[in-house]
């Protein structure tokens, strides 16, 4: 039996991007992390889209301290996940920007097949954009490859 597309990105991106974060100072397990920078948590997770054929980094910072949701939940800091960040406080790390993020915009794999190189090879190159990543985080300047968040 076939493995299934999602399950060779998810290895792959273990492998190849997993450390990479982890050196970076993210704890957590895939597809969540998080890091305390100062008075500052960063938070970054993977995304896949509903047919699990592409994927996109999802990342955004917030004031270290518990946060309270928009139905009024106080949500303590160690309980924080990014979906708790405010969405304009957040951006996307994907293939392509062109102001938005569409899952065409994403990173697709969905055509790999069994081809366990290309997962690795999508997964490093994915790897190797996280200084995007650091940046927006630091300064919210948008790379080539980030997409902010944005009503």
Known sequence: ?????????????????????KNAGFSGTFPRFRRKSGAVLHFLSVQYNTAATAFFLEF????????????????????LILEHIMFESR?????????????????????????????LKLA????????????WLATQHAGPNVSPNAF
């Open 1 to 21: 039996m076939a493995i299934p597309p999602a399950r060779h990105m998810s290895k792959a991106l273990k492998s190849e991007l997993v450390p990479v974060l």
């Open 60 to 79: 955004g910072s917030h004031p270290s301290g518990p946060v309270v949701t928009s139905w009024g939940e106080l949500v303590p800091e160690e309980k």
């Open 91 to 119: 951006a996307r790390l994907q293939a392509r920007t062109n102001g938005g993020s569409l899952v065409e915009d994403w990173f697709e794999f969905g055509d790999f097949g069994q081809d366990v190189d290309a997962y």
């Open 124 to 135: 490093a190159s994915v790897a190797a954009m996280l200084p995007q990543v650091e940046t």
